[in-house]
């Protein structure tokens, strides 16, 4: 009996070992194999492995970019975007890094703004589209951020659905091991599949070399064909036939099903409203970021009459909430024309179309820590952190997010930030709609989701996965 209780002991004592190691080590990031893998399934939980390797904080990022599919095609290559912000203001040493996570809402991004104490950035950017914040709560439950990273003390906008879903999240709360243990069973036995190397999230690549990558050189000639096509008539017969083509038809009425009868769901507009407290309460600067929108969507003859006033509906609620909450805004969704987009929401990967736009945007309405003074704020804050314990931490985090949200709701503004006014770039083929002409931060008025490698010879399961951003329920 006494050895038994001693190897009870011995093992729960290695349990907490395992645990104290995992939450203060970035294990999965040592163990993730450097190449990347090229299946969606498997893309996707690279993702969350490099989101979880990032929160932990063992290399420091200044801005954060946070969104589905359509915000990590919008700013591939990071090289790239960090050079257009340090030309537009930003330090010179600033650092960037993408938790972007395909099929995921704000309610997703709400869950990673919890967890960037470690990081210390300066900046998070969230991208988002119109039918992002439609997502309603029973779509939203089953996401995989949320589901990764939607643990502490107060529940979350999406609260558990039953008992066991409550049990879950608690348990998950507390125990790192159980949290990661579907990542970890991914590092530890990676699917047997073709990987690309790691150096392809930084190339740049043009339409047609992302199209030869992702479905061989005679398809990728008869697909450039129609685009062209489509390019050069706008004409909604040779843009259907296109992006038929190129998706499949189940794609498009994907689309429909998002935008017919599209209205924003409050639970995505409460996981704005707790991003935004998040981010304070971290001592990071939220910025909020709608995404272009294709023209060609407009033609469509079934949503095309609906798109531009739901979009605009969309932008007018997002940016009534970030004056309330004093959070910079910036609206692109006019900032491309179609020629900067691969399908009807996506933009051409790993292209840096929106690059230029986006970085001065980010740049001016973000106002600037020197890096040293910065990360003097961080070790104190983190010193303290380590003072007063998790459970501590958590507390009064959500002590200062529940006084900001309800705050919110009553109506009283948070103290403004930025000053002046910027020039935003305008769109060169389509004209800009009323709701989205500015570039807007408090007091400031501005004129104005698979990567390449997961789609190496996966074309078709790439083309699945971008269709299931455009289904209901599943982006």
């Known amino acids: 009996m006494r050895a038994k209780r001693l190897g009870l002991l011995g093992a729960l004592g290695i349990l907490i070992a395992v645990d104290v190691v995992i939450a203060r080590v970035d294990v999965l990031g040592r163990l993730a194999p450097t190449s990347r893998p090229t299946s969606l399934l498997s893309s996707i939980s690279r993702q969350l492995v490099d989101v979880a390797s990032t929160l932990s904080g063992r290399e420091r990022a200044t801005v954060v970019l946070l969104?589905?599919?359509?915000?990590?095609?919008?700013?591939?290559?990071?090289?790239?975007?960090?050079?257009?912000?340090?030309?537009?203001?930003?330090?010179?040493?600033?650092s960037v890094a993408s938790l972007c996570v395909f099929a995921t809402a704000p309610t997703d991004a709400e869950a990673v703004s919890r967890h960037l104490g470690r990081l210390r950035p300066q900046v998070a950017v969230l991208g988002m589209s119109a039918p992002d914040l439609a997502t309603p709560a029973v779509r939203a439950r089953d996401m995989p951020l949320r589901r990764l990273l939607d643990v502490g003390w107060r529940t979350g906008p999406v609260a558990p659905a039953d008992l066991e879903e409550r049990l879950d999240r608690s348990v998950r709360s507390v125990w790192h091991l159980y949290r990661y243990r579907q990542l970890f069973r991914f590092v530890l036995f990676p699917p047997d599949e073709r990987r690309t190397p790691a150096s392809r999230l930084e190339a740049t690549l043009g339409v047609g070399e992302l199209l030869a990558e992702s479905y061989g050189p005679e398809r990728a000639r008869h697909l450039l064909g129609l685009r062209d096509a489509a390019l050069a008539t706008g004409a909604w017969a040779?843009?259907?036939?296109?992006?038929?083509?190129?998706?499949?038809?189940?794609?498009?009425?994907?689309?429909?099903?998002?935008?017919?009868?599209?209205?924003?769901?409050?639970?995505?507009?409460?996981?704005l409203r707790r991003f935004a407290a998040n981010t304070r309460?971290?001592?990071?600067?939220?910025?909020?970021?709608?995404?272009?929108?294709?023209?060609?969507?407009?033609s469509d003859p079934v949503v095309g009459a609906e798109v531009a006033r739901r979009s605009d509906a969309v932008a007018a609620r997002v940016r009534a909430e970030a004056e309330r909450a004093a959070v910079p805004f910036v609206d692109l969704r006019t900032a491309l024309g179609p020629d900067a987009f691969l399908d009807l929401n996506h933009l051409a990967y790993n292209q840096g179309a929106l690059i230029p736009a986006l970085a001065a945007a980010v740049a001016t309405a973000v106002e600037w820590t020197p890096s040293a003074e910065a990360d003097q704020v961080s070790e104190a804050q983190q010193a303290t952190e380590d003072t007063r314990g998790p459970g501590q931490i958590v507390r009064e985090q959500d002590q200062a997010e529940g006084e900001e949200v309800e705050g919110g709701e009553r109506g009283e503004a948070a103290a403004?930030?930025?000053?002046?006014?910027?020039?935003?770039?305008?769109?060169?083929?389509?004209?800009?709609?009323?709701?989205?002409?500015?570039?807007?931060?408090?007091?400031?008025?501005?004129?104005?989701?698979?990567?390449?490698?997961?789609a190496q010879r996966h074309g078709d399961e790439l083309a699945g996965h971008l269709a299931a951003e455009g289904v209901a329920g599943r982006a």
């Open 238 to 271: 040779q843009v259907a036939a296109y992006v038929d083509a190129l998706r499949g038809e189940e794609y498009r009425r994907g689309l429909h099903e998002r935008w017919r009868g599209l209205e924003v769901a409050d639970v995505q507009i409460e996981a």
């Open 67 to 94: 969104g589905n599919s359509q915000m990590e095609a919008a700013v591939r290559p990071l090289s790239a975007l960090r050079a257009r912000l340090v030309a537009a203001g930003a330090p010179a040493d600033v």
């Open 281 to 298: 309460a971290a001592r990071v600067q939220p910025v909020w970021v709608l995404l272009p929108e294709n023209a060609w969507l407009e």
């Open 416 to 454: 403004p930030r930025g000053r002046g006014r910027l020039a935003a770039p305008a769109s060169p083929q389509r004209e800009p709609r009323q709701a989205d002409a500015v570039i807007e931060t408090p007091e400031r008025e501005v004129p104005g989701e698979a990567v390449p490698q997961a």
